[in-house]
């Protein structure tokens, strides 16, 4: 059974970073795309950015481009999401996912999900 579990979400104020992780089981974590994707209350499920199990390619959406940063560690089956400069924009509950497909990944179509993790951030 393949778990996805995230953590690190909380509450920040504007200005201020936090760093999200998620950790896999189930599956051969190494072998998969990563991705963090996040939806806001009454938005739909946006993504964020991805990184290729093989290369460690990432990719960003434009609106996280240069504050956010994904990482891996496949000893570790995780996979991160730091995330400086925070406004109240990024509130959202922010989900983990993995496919070895990397366009279902970025479409939010992934196979597998956590279960999210709420990140708030105060004005």
């Known amino acids: 059974q393949v778990q996805l579990v995230e953590s690190g979400g909380g509450l920040v104020q504007a200005g201020g970073s936090l760093r999200l992780s998620c950790v896999g089981s189930?599956?051969?974590?190494?072998?998969?795309?990563m991705g963090w994707l996040r939806q806001a209350p009454g938005k739909e499920r946006e993504f964020i950015a991805a990184?290729?199990?093989?290369?460690?390619?990432?990719w960003y959406a434009d609106s996280v481009k240069g504050r956010f940063t994904i990482s891996r560690d496949n000893a570790k089956n995780t996979v991160y999401l730091r995330m400086n400069s925070l406004n109240p924009a990024d509130t959202a509950v922010y989900y983990c996912?993995?496919?070895?497909?990397?366009?279902?990944?970025?479409?939010?179509?992934?196979?597998?999900w956590g279960q999210g993790t709420q990140v708030t951030v105060s004005s």
């Open positions: 189930g599956l051969t974590f190494s072998t998969h795309h």
């Open positions: 996912s993995a496919d070895q497909r990397l366009s279902l990944l970025r479409t939010g179509s992934g196979d597998y």
């Open positions: 990184i290729s199990w093989s290369t460690g390619t990432t």
